[in-house]
């Protein structure tokens, strides 16, 4: 299984680009990377997924290198009610994907 | 809203009780999921149900005992319970079990082993 690693947190401002970049050096062939955004005492919502290249979908978009051994969501012009625990999750099937501890985002005003 | 409803959304019970987690999804998916996250912890797999049938048991103690009795429905029978099970424990379905078909999350059951 790929294991990830992402920062354990990170600050913003309100209106600011964020990208958290996660790492997966030992990704495999058929690999998917796929994010998840976690509020307090709430289950995770499905952000972005994506195999190869760029993604973009209306809330985020995802970039992922040639050699796959890393992936960056950004998120444009983020608002306060962004702040959240954001997953990074690489795995060929839903059993495969294991939440890590996550990047805690706080946006501050 | 997601789709996905769990019922109670608080419980407490004591070591010697039993009492069953429920899980219902109105998005005609057939995958559902158990999973488990205490504090300061990340999200645990415990289950897997894929059409009803289980296609994964994360090496989950037998005091938790899952059930599936149709694609909508996913129940966690507790017994016997430690008080290092207290944590949320959260539902969620899909499609399908392949990677590419998202996940849809419940609000989760807080549940406290006293």
């Known amino acids: 299984l790929a294991k990830t690693t992402q920062p354990i947190s990170m600050d913003s401002y309100e209106g600011q680009e964020v990208n958290i970049t996660c790492s997966h050096n030992?990704?495999?062939?058929?690999?998917?990377i796929t994010w998840y955004q976690q509020f307090p005492s709430q289950g995770p919502r499905f952000i972005i997924q994506?195999?190869?290249t760029k993604v973009t979908n209306e809330v985020a978009s995802l970039f992922i290198p040639a050699d796959r051994k890393s992936s960056t969501l950004s998120l444009p012009r983020v608002s306060l009610s962004d702040t959240a625990v954001y997953y990074c999750?690489?795995?060929?099937?839903?059993?495969?994907?294991?939440f890590g501890s996550g990047t805690q985002l706080t946006v501050l005003p | 809203e997601t789709g996905v409803t769990q019922t109670p959304r608080h419980l407490v019970m004591g070591m010697t009780n039993k009492k069953s987690l429920k899980c219902e999804q109105h998005?005609?998916?057939?995958?559902m999921y158990w999973y488990k996250q205490s504090a300061k912890k990340p999200l645990e797999l415990m289950f897997v149900?894929?059409?009803?049938?289980?296609?994964e048991n994360n090496s989950v103690p037998s005091r938790f005992s899952p059930e599936c009795p149709n694609s909508s429905h996913l129940f966690l029978h507790l017994h016997t319970l430690q008080p290092e099970d207290s944590a949320l424990y959260l539902c969620?379905?899909?499609?399908?079990?392949?990677?590419?078909?998202?996940?849809?999350f419940g609000p989760g059951t807080r549940l406290t082993v006293t």
């Open positions: 999750l690489v795995g060929g099937s839903a059993r495969q994907l294991t």
């Open positions: 994506g195999y190869k």
């Open positions: 998005l005609g998916h057939n995958a």
């Open positions: 969620a379905s899909s499609q399908g079990e392949g990677v590419t078909y998202e996940q849809y």
């Open positions: 030992n990704i495999a062939t058929n690999d998917y």
């Open positions: 149900y894929n059409f009803k049938e289980q296609t």
